[in-house]
């Protein structure tokens, strides 16, 4: 998508990470009684509110599914 296409946050930027992108956690976060570590991968499955939260689902250590922070996780 070009970059004057692509969806703008609240603050005029084009910061958000599309649906099925494949991410990589910043910080450990817990799910599902387990902790999915720092570095898990994951592929965002939901974007929340133009990119400030992200639904991300994880194959491994375990199956789960967890709403996080864009601050909490970067393109793998």
Do not use: N, W
């Not at 005029?12 to 649906?19: A, L």
């Not at 992108?21 to 910043?26: D, E, N, Q, R, W």
């Amino acid at each position: 998508m070009a970059e004057a296409e692509r969806p703008k946050t609240r603050r005029g930027t084009s910061r958000s990470i599309p649906e099925l992108s494949i991410v990589a956690l910043k910080r450990s976060v817990a799910c599902k009684g387990g902790v999915v570590p720092e570095g898990g991968i994951g592929t965002v499955v939901h974007v929340y509110r133009d990119g400030e939260h992200y639904e991300i689902e994880f194959s491994e250590p375990f199956p789960c599914t967890v709403t996080v922070s864009a601050e909490d996780i970067q393109p793998a």
